[in-house]
């Protein structure tokens, strides 16, 4: 059994020592630069965020086995606000927050105090981090770490923002922004409870009246307010009556903050409960007709304004609603503050036509799936389909005014116009789902004066994006159009806030760049980075000039020199290493960053560098489960990083993360799955042991089994190399352990015996040596730990991790030892099942193996195949010119006819490969096998020819012999 935690700081140390994975420039290697996310450092990391690193590592190892110099740095992100609340909540000491810190990530009580600054939490999450990398095994070259929040950094990210504001992509403006009141900062994905993105929607509010009163229905589909039937408000919420810019406006109390921020000026005047104004009638600015307003306890003061319209023919959840309302109503009239007749004759009035559909497709898809209650969580199902087929294929019906015949992709925007104009209607900026900020509170929708965004939305940008993305390898290629179709929407995104850490923007020092606009092009700094730490300059050397020249080859080092005072060689050198390393040629990544940082990179890095200088390749992973469920702190199943190395090993732990990953889905893990993985381990690291403690043979010839294990060998080498050039890890795990191991336990059971004779015993060493060297090698991205451990014993020279990846060796690739392999393990096969069958117990297996004239008729009706089609008629009258047949009259006959149904069923790989290989001695085949299939079934083995005169043929089976099916007898 191996001792993972020994054998893993025995080479961490080494490593360490050799300054292994230090990457300067090589001019003599091609090189091969990835990177992965710089971590957020408000946690350990855990097994969740294994896959994805892991991952990166594996492809960096593998890359440099392929003989590339491979840089791979990691830095911290710092930037941001989600620390400052975390301290706050540390400083009032709230138990879910202690508990994680102390139970979960172990910090001893006496340290907390010690973290009270986000800067000392963030310096001591980094530091766990970056053991916990160091103990799994990551090959960093860790001299190029920074924060985002030294010098030289807001030094860097001054200059992308000049560089950005120079060719016009930052732009001020108004905009509506998800905002947090606690915080009292625009709030990104980043941000929230479950890092969800809070996604923004104009809605219409559209004016219904009472007299001089207006009650603003909040809707995203303002075409069907012409099927309007009645008005819903919340009886038990709290309204309000307020002076609106100047109208009268009712809405819920909860509406008026956020129509406030939304910059409009808003007076209350009175407050009261929404069941007041049950019964109340008002009237549709659309049709001048008057509705009701009925009580609804679903509608949430919440959402919007409070104030909704009811259609039944285009809502599901309208349409349930209001018939469960009628039910009610006539069961207990008295209960209702209105008559049944206000209720029970409204019908749903359809105002879109639908091919496909009846009257109302929202009555349809109710009925069709049986929904009858307004909890139903079908319901929301309903409400997307609806919206969507009438969206994409509805067309407005006559009752709608001018818009009749419109689609309503149209409609719906000219509904909206047109009744803004006729100041029937107003809007209101709204999130689509309700979004919680990790300090708890609810995000709203604030509209954000003179903020600075980053222009995603310039049409020629997007352009080169396009080109970029087209160019680019990502892995796996389904994704691609999912970036595209992100180019296509993207818009205008806030780029800075007035609190947290992080860079100034150099023209307005009072905004700080947000987290996800100072990480787009920071790979290009890990290349510069070693050089400065050097040099040490102070920040103020660090100029647009230098910039320019570093990174886009502007100016002279010359003129850098003139004005920063830096050595011109040091501003070459660092210049070169810049170009050395770039482009970035992978950049890993989760598949939740798409919409945003992933594709962020794309453009800036489009925007500021030459084509190029251009990212090259993505690789997008899926996320990881654990045994089945999603990992979550309330799941309590996070197991950090650092602890589950020392649970499980290192390496089992990362062959554990990566042998479930298939592209993008997601992987299960599980600490049996480590578990196993240990024993796999455990079983290659004994046989290597054991292959080790022989030396080298010399001398020494191969036999066919031979020939077969290491013609399968290349086999599995050929799959494992094809699966890790697209990073399909779990298929090239497999190829090396599960699929060699099977071809192994069939080889060492048929060389069994033989380890006794010295010919055999040596070319046996030579074939276990190939195999526990070729799968060392391709273990090592995934096992690194354990295969520098064997590769020491099996006695290689430096390090596995440089060790050439294995490469299949066409002179070993012999189908035909395959074929003849296939030969032996049939007649195994089919022994031992006639031995279950009949019940014998064998004292001798004759095999016999098919005559010379067999041969010669098989071969012919395989040629004719391989021309065109055998036939047996002239597969006969051919076989009769031959002299041998003429005297077997009655056997040829029969025997070509059974060749040629055999012979049109071979598939074409193995006919070209048996007319290639011609007549098989397959008496010397079964005679180098007897000591295998003796050993096998525990008695005597005899092998002729069928016409071998000395031949033993009680049971007249000898006969029946075939090419490549020799006749068997078991006495
Ligand atoms: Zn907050």
């Not at 409400?383 to 009438?390: C, G, L, Q, W």
């Not at 300090?439 to 600075?452: A, H, L, P, S, Y």
């Not at 002299?883 to 149904?901: G, L, W």
Request: proline residues 6%; aromatic residues 10%.
């Amino acid at each position: 059994m191996v001792d993972w935690n020994s054998v893993e700081r025995k080479w961490q140390t080494r490593w360490a020592e050799a300054a292994a994975f230090e990457t300067d420039p090589d001019p003599t290697k091609p090189k091969y630069y990835l990177t992965v996310a710089y971590p957020y450092p408000n946690s350990p990391q855990h097994i969740g965020h294994g896959r994805t690193y892991t991952l990166t590592d594996v492809h960096a190892r593998y890359m440099r086995m392929k003989g590339y110099n491979v840089l791979l740095p990691m830095a911290w992100h710092y930037t941001g606000t989600p620390l400052f609340a975390m301290v706050e909540r540390l400083k009032e000491r709230d138990p879910e927050l202690v508990s994680t810190f102390t139970n979960l990530y172990g910090i001893p009580e006496g340290k907390l105090a010690t973290l009270e600054t986000p800067e000392a939490m963030a310096n001591y999450f980094a530091n766990e981090i970056k053991t916990g990398m160091q103990r799994i095994g990551y090959s960093i070259d860790w001299r190029r770490t920074f924060t985002t929040v030294d010098d030289y950094y807001h030094r860097f990210i001054e200059w992308q923002f000049a560089k950005l504001k120079q060719k016009g992509y930052i732009t001020q403006g108004s905009h509506p922004v998800g905002w947090c009141p606690s915080c009292g900062n625009p709030v990104g994905q980043h941000d929230t409870v479950g890092d969800k993105e809070p996604e923004i929607e104009e809605f219409t509010l559209i004016k219904f009246t009472k007299g001089d009163i207006v009650f603003p229905a909040a809707t995203l589909r303002p075409e069907t307010v012409y099927g309007v039937t009645n008005m819903w408000l919340n009886p038990d919420a709290a309204y309000v009556e307020a002076d609106v810019d100047g109208e009268t406006w009712v809405v819920s109390a909860e509406a008026v903050e956020k129509l406030e921020m939304l910059g409009r000026k808003v007076k209350v005047n009175a407050e009261f409960q929404g069941s007041r104004l049950i019964g109340e009638k008002l009237t549709n600015p659309a049709t001048g007709k008057e509705l009701p307003i009925l009580p609804a306890p679903f509608v949430s003061p919440k959402n919007a304004t409070g104030v909704v319209m009811s259609v039944p023919a285009h809502a599901p959840f309208d349409y349930v609603a209001l018939e469960q309302l009628k039910r009610k109503v006539r069961a207990n009239p008295e209960a209702y503050k209105f008559k049944p007749s206000d209720v029970t004759p409204l019908k749903p009035i359809s105002v879109i036509e639908l091919s496909g559909y009846g009257e109302s497709p929202a009555v349809d898809i109710v009925k069709k799936m049986g929904i009858t209650d307004q909890s139903s969580p079908d319901l929301e199902k309903a409400t997307k389909e609806v919206y969507s087929v009438e969206f994409h294929g509805g067309k407005m019906r006559g009752n709608t005014g001018q818009y009749i015949g419109m689609s309503v992709q149209t409609a719906k925007e000219a509904v909206k116009k047109d009744l803004i104009a006729d100041d029937k209607a107003s809007t209101m900026y709204e999130l689509i789902e309700p979004v919680k900020c990790r300090c708890g509170d609810e995000v709203v929708v604030k509209i954000f004066e003179n903020q600075w965004f980053i222009n995603y939305g310039d049409e020629a940008w997007k352009k080169l994006a396009r080109e970029n993305i087209e160019e680019m390898e990502i892995i796996p290629r389904e994704l691609k159009q999912e970036f595209l179709n992100v180019v296509d929407w993207l818009k205008a995104k806030a780029c800075a806030r007035k609190a947290g850490m992080g860079t100034r923007l150099p023209w307005a020092p009072d905004w700080i760049i947000e987290a996800l606009s100072d990480s787009t092009i920071y790979m290009a700094y890990y290349t510069v980075i070693r050089l400065l730490n050097e040099l040490k300059p102070k920040p103020e050397q660090l100029t647009e000039a230098f910039w320019d020249y570093v990174y886009l080859g502007i100016g002279s080092p010359v003129q850098v020199e003139a004005e920063t005072g830096l050595p011109m060689e040091k501003v070459e050198e660092i210049h070169r290493e810049f170009e050395y390393f770039y482009p970035l040629d992978a950049r890993h990544s989760g598949r939740d960053l798409i919409p945003n940082h992933l594709t962020f990179m794309v453009f800036i890095h489009d925007a500021i560098f030459p084509r190029k200088h251009w990212v090259k390749g993505i690789v997008v992973n899926g996320s990881v489960l654990m045994e089945g469920a999603k990992m979550s702190k309330s799941m309590n199943n996070i197991i950090p990083l650092i602890n589950a190395v020392e649970r499980f090993g290192a390496d089992p732990l990362r062959l554990g993360l990566m042998i479930t990953a298939e592209p993008i889905k997601d992987a299960d893990f599980s600490p049996e799955l480590a578990k196993s993985m240990g024993d796999l381990l455990d079983r290659i690291y004994a046989r290597a042991q054991r292959v080790s403690s022989e030396p080298e043979p010399e001398g020494y010839e191969l036999g066919e089994a031979d020939l077969w294990m290491l013609s399968k060998l290349q086999g599995h080498i050929r799959d494992a190399g094809e699966a890790m050039d697209e990073l399909r890890v779990r298929k090239a795990i497999h190829a090396a352990t599960y699929d060699l191991e099977a071809d192994v336990e069939w080889y060492l059971k048929r060389i069994e015996g033989d380890r006794d004779h010295e010919d055999r015993r040596k070319a046996i060493a030579h074939v276990e040596r190939a195999v526990v060297d070729a799968q060392v090698r391709m273990l090592t991205p995934f096992a690194p730990h354990i295969c520098e451990e064997m590769r020491e014993m099996l006695g290689g020279e430096g390090f596995a991790a440089f060790a050439p990846w294995p490469e299949v060796d066409g002179a070993l690739v012999r189908e035909d030892a395959e074929e003849l392999e296939s030969v032996v393990r049939g007649l195994a096969e089919d022994v031992a099942n006639i031995v279950k069958v009949t019940g014998i117990k064998p004292s001798t297996i004759h095999f016999y193996s098919a005559d010379g004239w067999k041969w010669k008729v098989y071969r012919m009706a395989m040629e004719m195949q391989a021309k065109g089609s055998v036939d047996t008629g002239t597969l006969i009258r051919e076989a009769f010119k031959d002299d041998e047949m003429k005297a077997k009259q009655k056997e040829v006959p029969a025997f070509a006819r059974i060749v040629a149904e055999e012979v049109k069923r071979m598939p074409e790989a193995t006919l070209k490969l048996r007319c290639e290989m011609g007549a098989v001695n397959e008496v010397k085949l079964l005679q180098d096998a007897e000591r295998f299939l003796k050993a096998q079934f525990g008695c005597d083995v005899s092998v002729s020819a069928e016409s071998d005169p000395w031949a033993e043929d009680p049971a007249k089976r000898a006969g029946r012999a075939r090419p490549f099916k020799p006749a068997i007898y078991v006495a």
